[in-house]
């Protein structure tokens, strides 16, 4: 992985495991950064922390509060400052065949209402079919997943660019190792309709907008799951993947 200018340092205190601490704290150290147009010095800082969260297994919600601050104004700052590398318009030939899984969250109360050690994931198959997941860990005693098996369309006209709308056409889970039995649970009930309002995307990371009950912005930060010898090699490329649909940043400033 190519080093950021000002790459966080993120150490995690060693008397508190992830399995006997609520809270991680990150100690972040972060130097000062010029200005530039696409964010590249936020977008490298918000790379490097949600990296780390992924491989160490922490989620947003157990994050200090300042720690929380930091990341969602590197969140921030990419979105308002960074074109999509890949074009909203151009989200529904990128989902088929890809897995992804949230990563950070600006919004506390995104999985307030799922246990602790609930994560979300997403899995397109092809241009219509998904599955939304709930994965747990072993903590949860005899609940694996649930599965929430969908149908879902991307809008690619000029009115909502990369909105992606899905419904819940069957809830199955895998409790006690009998998969497959019918739930209505954590809000999974067959026929809602749930949307991703695409703001960002590229080949790591797809950022969606949204708006809390009381109408605060908030945004998601999912991140890309590969197979194993898969991933982007970044020793050449800049930094910014810009390998969708020929399309790159600079040729979206024409």
């Given at each position: 992985?190519?080093?950021?200018?000002?790459?966080?340092?993120?150490?995690?205190?060693?008397?508190?495991?992830?399995?006997?601490?609520?809270?991680?704290?990150?100690?972040?150290?972060?130097?000062?950064?010029?200005?530039?147009?696409?964010?590249?010095?936020?977008?490298?800082?918000?790379?490097?922390?949600?990296?780390?969260?992924?491989?160490?297994?922490?989620?947003?919600?157990?994050?200090?509060?300042?720690?929380?601050?930091?990341?969602?104004?590197?969140?921030?700052?990419?979105?308002?400052?960074?074109?999509?590398?890949?074009?909203?318009?151009?989200?529904?030939?990128?989902?088929?065949?890809?897995?992804?899984?949230?990563?950070?969250?600006?919004?506390?109360?995104?999985?307030?209402?799922?246990?602790?050690?609930?994560?979300?994931?997403?899995?397109?198959?092809?241009?219509?079919?998904?599955?939304?997941?709930?994965?747990?860990?072993?903590?949860?005693?005899?609940?694996?997943?649930?599965?929430?098996?969908?149908?879902?369309?991307?809008?690619?006209?000029?009115?909502?660019?990369?909105?992606?709308?899905?419904?819940?056409?069957?809830?199955?889970?895998?409790?006690?190792?009998?998969?497959n039995i019918g739930v209505g649970f954590?809000?999974?009930?067959?026929?809602?309709?749930n949307f991703i309002e695409s703001i960002?995307?590229?080949?790591?990371?797809?950022?969606?907008?949204?708006?809390?009950?009381?109408?605060?912005?908030?945004?998601?930060?999912?991140?890309?799951?590969?197979?194993?010898?898969?991933?982007?090699?970044?020793?050449?490329?800049?930094?910014?993947?810009?390998?969708?649909?020929?399309?790159?940043?600079?040729?979206?400033?024409?």
């Open positions: 992985m190519k080093v950021y200018p000002g790459l966080l340092s993120l150490l995690f205190s060693v008397a508190c495991s992830f399995q006997t601490c609520r809270t991680k704290h990150f100690k972040i150290f972060a130097l000062s950064s010029t200005k530039n147009n696409i964010a590249d010095f936020e977008y490298g800082e918000m790379r490097a922390v949600i990296e780390t969260m992924e491989k160490e297994r922490v989620p947003s919600r157990d994050l200090s509060v300042p720690d929380r601050a930091l990341v969602e104004g590197y969140v921030r700052k990419v979105v308002s400052d960074r074109p999509s590398v890949i074009p909203l318009k151009d989200i529904a030939r990128v989902l088929p065949k890809s897995k992804w899984r949230l990563g950070f969250s600006t919004e506390g109360a995104t999985l307030g209402d799922l246990p602790k050690d609930a994560e979300v994931e997403l899995e397109f198959f092809d241009e219509d079919k998904m599955d939304y997941i709930l994965q747990f860990s072993k903590k949860t005693a005899g609940l694996n997943r649930l599965v929430a098996k969908s149908s879902y369309k991307v809008d690619s006209t000029p009115l909502n660019p990369g909105l992606v709308t899905f419904v819940y056409d069957q809830i199955v889970t895998d409790v006690f190792g009998l998969k954590f809000g999974l009930l067959k026929g809602k309709t960002y995307m590229d080949n790591r990371f797809w950022i969606e907008r949204g708006y809390s009950a009381e109408g605060s912005e908030y945004y998601n930060v999912y991140v890309r799951k590969f197979e194993p010898g898969s991933e982007p090699d970044d020793d050449t490329d800049d930094g910014s993947n810009r390998w969708q649909m020929g399309s790159t940043v600079d040729d979206q400033w024409d």
